[in-house]
Structures are given as C-alpha cells and as structure tokens.
C-alpha cells in the first residue's frame, strides 16, 4: 500500500525551522507559517481518510516504509538565466526533516489546524523509514509531492530490496 498526497507549499529547510531568542532555540515564524498551511491541507477530509487507511495497514511489527519527495520549483527559481543550478536554492537534505517530522510525529497527531479542523499524522516513527528519495523538478510553481510506501519486514529481512515505485 501506499500513501500519495500533493501539498501546494514550498519546501521549509531545516535552516528556516529554527530561530534564537535570548540564545536558545524556538520555532521561526516562517516555520510556524508554512508549518499552519501543511496542516490545513492534510486536514482535509480526503487527505486524513487516506492517511488512516494508511496508518490502519501499518504494523510496527511487520513493516518498514519507504518515501519518496518531489519539490516542485519554478524554472526561474531553480535555475539562473544562464541555465544553470540556481545555489540559492534551499538544500535538498535540508527538506527533507521538517515535512517528514509532520508527518510522522505523534506529536502533532490530534491538535486542531487554523480551520478548526483534526489533524491526523501517521504516528509512525520515523525510525522505520529505511529508503528516503528526494528530487527538486521545475515546474511552473511550488508544490511538494510525497508518498509513502509500506515494505513487509519480512522482505526486507531476506535480503529484498527497497525499491520505490
């Protein structure tokens, strides 16, 4: 089984996430902004149907999971004029934590989005991602696709592979 969701959102860098005040670590307001408009997307009753039928089929016992993220970034901003690598595009490792930290901490799993709506997250720790693929693709704006797969533990024990599909 596996779980596809599209998200209309930028990506958030871990360098974005936190901020210092009075030397000690705290969310930035750009992390909570981008963090608040996640959250109202997977709160939609489709997203949080697919995302249960995909928590119900989970087995910490039994599976492992793989994922598989696509930033999507306009031409313009992922490559200069010249045609090259834009270098001010955000890290692609550095995309990665935050938008797997939402959904696979229990943490956030429960609480209420702008909308008033329930948040329901996989509750899966991220411990059992064994297989992560990231890309950034140009397309004509900002978008984020992520899907995740179930592995049989079994499998994966037998010397399988995990190849994402």
């Known amino acids: 089984m596996n779980l596809k969701i599209k998200l209309l959102a930028k990506g958030c860098s ?7 005040r009075r030397g000690k670590p705290f969310p930035s307001k ?8 996640i959250f109202t997307q997977i709160s939609a009753p489709k997203v949080r149907k697919a995302i249960k039928a995909f928590r119900s089929q989970y087995s910490a016992e ?12 306009p031409v ?3 490559f200069t004029t010249r045609g090259t690598i834009n270098l001010k595009s955000k ?27 329930i ?9 059992v991602i064994l297989n992560l693929n990231s890309l950034k693709r140009p397309d004509k704006d900002y978008g984020i696709s992520i899907t995740f797969y179930l592995f049989d533990l079994i499998d994966i024990l037998g010397g399988g592979l995990l190849c994402l599909k």
């Open 119 to 127: 948040i329901n997250n996989l509750c899966i720790d991220d411990a």
């Open 62 to 73: 039994n599976h492992v999971l793989g994922v598989q993220i696509t930033h999507h970034l």
């Open 91 to 117: 890290d692609l490792s550095n995309l990665e934590k935050p938008l797997i930290d939402l959904f696979c901490d229990k943490r956030f799993d429960g609480r209420k989005c702008d909308k008033g709506r």
């Open 76 to 78: 313009d901003k992922l």
């Open 30 to 37: 750009y992390y909570l902004d981008w963090r608040s408009g």
């Open 14 to 20: 871990v360098n974005e996430w936190k901020g210092l």
